[in-house]
């Protein structure tokens, strides 16, 4: 089983659709959670971090289950703009510490 | 405020060369994190480097190697290069290990080609 799992899409949406990813990860014993949001050929850039209650910030909204070992992350009225790659990222101690990521869900948001 | 800085952004070598690849936190910043990003695929973590001790090390061979020097500068050093060693090499910024609420900050990268 890989330690972090993402469904690599792509999810094709209009504009102004919901959109919702999960992520699931192997070591229950991980403390830190997050989204990142990868452009073509760029960088990976922090969208969030997700926290045990759960957070928003504007249009997106990440949520831990730790009891079933996964993240989510709802993006509402798509715009153009948010067509990426959503990578989630989760901490592992095994070996030393890292944060390991997923291989990425690719979003496209059509007009 | 300077963000990641990483040196130099394109390289291309050959096979069985050496490379040293160069990376710069953000000042305040004192763990650095070496991944390896091919098409397709999310970073895979290299090492991770922290107050100058190596804190983690991922599923890469000995030819991959790493130091941080006293300014929490980095360097990833990868000898006898195979063609599978092209990749997006990316430097990540924490202020800690964990990377807690604010996660990491990565550098643009640096493109290697093995031809």
Known sequence: RKEVEQDPGPFNVPEGATVAFNCTYSNSASQSFFWYRQDCRKEPKLLMSVYSSGNEDGRFTAQLNRASQYISLLIRDSKLSDSATYLCAVNMMEYGNKLVFGAGTILRVKS | DAGVTQSPTHLIKTRGQHVTLRCSPISGHKSVSWYQQVLGQGP????????????????????????????????????????????????????????????????????????
Do not use: H, M, W
């Open chain 2, 44 to 115: 895979q973590f290299i090492f991770q480097y922290y107050e100058k001790e190596e804190r983690g090390r991922g599923n890469f061979p000995d030819r991959f190697s790493a130091r941080q020097f006293p300014n929490y500068s980095s360097e990833l050093n990868v000898n006898a290069l195979l063609l599978g060693d092209s990749a997006l090499y990316l430097c990540a910024s924490s202020p800690t290990p964990l990377g807690q609420g604010a996660g990491y900050t990565f550098g643009s990268g640096t493109r290697l080609t093995v031809v």
